[in-house]
């Protein structure tokens, strides 16, 4: 999802204590790109895979993923995401239409 300026959609805020002013910092963000994510989880933390599929050719007997990226977040943190997830993808098929469901890919 590609942001103009400084600043997240306001739904991707978390919650702030009455006034606070929440200030992204992005100055040492960086970028990735993935077409590949995987999810373990323990009881205290939930882990986020990101790659890059590989397989150029039909057929393969194996497909090779680069993976790429790791995000370790609290179960908290992962519920936050995965509720901003739904309502970024909600907004998406309203927009462009209904995204296949990947269990019958």
Known sequence: MAQEGNRPPAEAAPAAPAGLKVRWDDTQMKSSYANVCNVASTREEVVLLFGVNQAWHSGQREIPVQLTDRVIMSPHAAKRLSMLLTN??????????????????
Do not use: C, M
């Open 88 to 105: 970024v993808l909600k907004e998406y098929e309203t927009r462009f239409g209904a995204l296949p469901d990947p269990r019958s890919a």
